[in-house]
Structures are given as structure tokens and as C-alpha cells.
């Protein structure tokens, strides 16, 4: 659920334009990519820091190890959803949730196998996103079911047992998306008019995938006010440097932390502060319950894996090869 890229056949500048504009449109503030420096403490650097104002409410280093991959109370996501600018009744009802991920409601102009896909790409991407503890998933490791928990480092494990960070794309410039993980594909899914529309902006979509998807669907299915308040939230100011921030990890989707003591850590985009809050905020629109298992905490990838996706040809590596390195 990451923002559509320039390296995914759209034009990352007019994207964040077009954002831009929806945001002031709507009522919203303008967004800027050139705010103040991230504050020292962060770690992350300016793009990755992203919004300075919002910058003390995303993750921190885990310190303890019961808080790695620790999600966080629904009393502390509801509070964060305030501070980030979105009412929580503006999210989706309970029926509007289980409608989309569906595949029901859909609106004029989309087939039936693009509702499902819609859908089924909406599912993935929350899984992999809320993958903390009481929000785990499996996968079949050399013939064993195996449980998955690493949202706090900024990982997935794909159905075919690769671990990568969840916007990996072997091939990013590449029309052909079929290797991309759900959470780099459903980027179309959420892409506005203004892309979808317009061939100076946009590429086709991959093959089936249907863009500007949710945003028809909220028109269509009682949820104009859902849209309006996500422009107009913390995401319309975030979704520059999270762009960015993509753009820079290139394909192993790595990114770096400088701590406080000089020592550097790594980890994957999706728990750097302008990412984890655009993410989180879709995810809250989606369902706030399962925003809440979104991770409380980011953690250093163990070097050996580190080195190991670097190494490798598109930014995966065997999780059967790796898992030992991870707190179980």
C-alpha cells in the first residue's frame, strides 16, 4: 500500500502533484517535501524521517525483546489516527470493510475478476502490513508450517517462501508486475483519477490490476467523506517523502538508521516514519481493529540477512535459509 513510483511506470513528481492538488481540493493543507530537517533522534534521514510534526508518533527501536514485533493498544491506534488527522468516524463500517475485501460493491467501469483482484491484493497487503504478534501469518518451510512475525523489521515472507521487504519488485521498470509483491501491486488499486486517466502520468496498469479501484468504490459505496478525510489527513504530507523514499531504497527496499551512539542499523522502508504512517492510515481507513497490530516498534535486520538480500539478484532470499535469525 506504499505509493505509486515512478520505477512502476508513473511519473513520481506529478503523482505527488496530483496528491497534492486532491488535498487542497478537498480542504486540505498542501504537502511539502521540503520540510525542516528530521529531528537527530529520529535516525532516519529527512526522506525516510518524512513530516517533522509527526515524526514522535511513529515507531522506535525495540530496546526489549518482547517488543519486537509488539503491536499496540486500540486505545493508543485510535489516539494516533487523531494526531495523524483522521476521524475514526470516517473509517469504514464493519459492512463497508467486508464488502470491499469482497469483491462486492463494485462500481461501474470495473469487471468483476478487477473487483476480485482488488480485493484479494487488499488483503494480502493488510496482512503483511499488521504482521506483529496476535496478527501473525504461515507459510510451508521445507514441509513445515511455520509461523511468520516479522513486522517489525520490515519484512514479509512471500506464499513461495522468500523473505523480502514488502515493496520489492525484482524489476521495477518493468510493465511486467507478476514477481511484485500485493503491497507494491495494489499501488494502482489506489491510485487516483487524475493518474489512471491521464497517459502523461500513468503506464497501463499490470494485467488485471485496476487503477484508481478504491477510490471508485468509495464514491460508489457510501464513502466520500472516507476519501476526503484520507486526503486531508497526515497522508497527503507524507506521501512525498514516502515516493521518495522507494525511489532510494531501489530494489532490495533496504533503507539505514543511524543511532544515537554512532552504530547503524537496517531496515525495510515500510517502518520508516513517512511510510509507516501513510500505511497506517490507509490501514485505519480500511478497519481501525487491524490497524492497531500494525508494529509499535522497528528492529535491525540481523547483518547476515542484510547482506545476503543485497547480494542476491532481486532483493529475496530463501526464508527457510534465514528464519533462525529472527526472534520467535
Known amino acids: 500500500m506504499s505509493p505509486l513510483r515512478k520505477a512502476a511506470g508513473v511519473n513520481a513528481k506529478a503523482f505527488i502533484a496530483t496528491v497534492a492538488s486532491l488535498a487542497l481540493v478537498l480542504g486540505g493543507g498542501a504537502m511539502s517535501v521540503s520540510a525542516a530537517p528530521a529531528p537527530a533522534d529520529t535516525g532516519f534521514n ?11 508518533y511513529a515507531p522506535t527501536e525495540a530496546t526489549r525483546a518482547r517488543q519486537v514485533n509488539a503491536p499496540m493498544s486500540q486505545k493508543k491506534a485510535d489516539r494516533l489516527a487523531r494526531i495523524f488527522g483522521f476521524d475514526k468516524d470516517k473509517a469504514f463500517t464493519k459492512k463497508q470493510y467486508a464488502k470491499f475485501i469482497s469483491g462486492k460493491g463494485r462500481p ?9 483482484k482488488a480485493a484479494q491484493l487488499t488483503r494480502l497487503s493488510v496482512e503483511y502490513l499488521i504482521n506483529t504478534t496476535g496478527s501473525t501469518y504461515t507459510r510451508i518451510i521445507d514441509g513445515e ?4 512475525n516479522l513486522g517489525s523489521y520490515g519484512l514479509i515472507v512471500s506464499k513461495d517462501g522468500m523473505l523480502r521487504v514488502p515493496a520489492n519488485c525484482p524489476d521495477p521498470s518493468s510493465p511486467k508486475f507478476s514477481d511484485c509483491s500485493p ?3 495494489i499501488n494502482w488499486v489506489l491510485a487516483p483519477d487524475a493518474i489512471c486517466d491521464n497517459p502523461d502520468l500513468a503506464k497501463s496498469p499490470p494485467a488485471g490490476v485496476p487503477c484508481g ?25 507524507e506521501i512525498g517523502y514516502a515516493s521518495q523514499s522507494q525511489d532510494d531504497a531501489e530494489i532490495s527496499q533496504l533503507i539505514y538508521v543511524e543511532r544515537a551512539d554512532g ?30 497490530f500494525f508494529p509499535a516498534y522497528w528492529a535491525s535486520i540481523p547483518e547476515e540477512v542484510v547482506t545476503a538480500i543485497q547480494e542476491s539478484d532481486n532483493g529475496q532470499v530463501p526464508y527457510s535459509e534465514y528464519m533462525q535469525y529472527f526472534t520467535k
Not at 461501474?108 to 476480485?116: P, V
Not at 531496515?267 to 481493529?289: C, F, T
Open 145 to 148: 508450517e511455520v509461523t511468520v
Open 46 to 56: 529527512e526522506t525516510n524521517a518524512g513530516v517533522v510534526k509527526y515524526q514522535p
Open 108 to 116: 461501474d467501469g470495473y469487471t468483476k475478476a478487477e473487483a476480485r
Open 263 to 292: 552504530s547503524a542499523a537496517t531496515v525495510g522502508v515500510p517502518v520508516a516514519p513517512a511510510m509507516w504512517i501513510l500505511n497506517y492510515l490507509l490501514v485505519y481507513l480500511l478497519n481501525p481493529e487491524a490497524a492497531r
Open 213 to 237: 479501484y478504491m477510490g471508485a468504490w468509495m464514491r460508489s459505496n457510501k464513502a466520500k467523506g472516507s476519501l476526503k478525510e484520507l486526503y486531508t489527513s497526515a497522508y497527503a504530507g
Open 183 to 185: 503491497v507494491r501491486q
